[in-house]
């Protein structure tokens, strides 16, 4: 991720969850965020907690371990095992046990009950900090979004069917976005040596993905290259 782009997700309203049972804590804590500015989705469960944690991405989620039916530990686990989004748990003892169940099941921060607002706030803003150093892997072009991690592309919520080459060039010229690559750089990249005979290969290829994503995101810079905007 560019430093530039970094920026702009830092500048943005950072939206959190909170899944908390205890009416007079989870508001509480809603208006608390608000006030410092971010956007606060609640829950007050953890199977509404996780339905939300899967449809939006938050910048971070606040968990509370004691929560009826689906504990927090349980919240924790499934999420983890489709999302990275940055979690806090709130536990209600100070066991050790508590704290390396939280690590070891992908929580990133923990605070005890009953804690103080000021360090959770401080906590959260931490919490957010560190995540954006580690980029998500998906890398969004207007409403298009490539996956580094899954290498796929989906334009809005369809998934794009890509060959290999294809994904290549488009990851190759996404991560260089904004910057002319010469042809000979993109065949260096895409190709390997027995493709080189065929010269107009890598034109095939252009031409493919922008039936199927657009004619305009891979633009043609005559005599210099291939560039993505
Ligand atoms: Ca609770």
Redesign the pocket.
Known sequence: MSASSMVMSVAETMRLLVI???DD?RHGLETAFREDGYAVDAAPDGAEGIYKAESWDYDAIIL????PQMDGWEVLQRLRKKKKTPVLM?TARDGVQDRVKGLDHGADDYLVKPFNLKELLARVRALIRRSAGAPSPVIKIDDIAINTAARTVAVGKNEIPLTAREYGLIEFLTLRRGKVVSRTELYDHLFAEEDESFSNLLDVHVCNVRKKIGKDFIQTRRGHGYVIE
């Not at 509370?64 to 929560?67: T, Y």
Request: charged share 45%; proline share 0%.
């Open positions: 908390e049972d205890e804590l509370d371990v004691m929560l709130l």
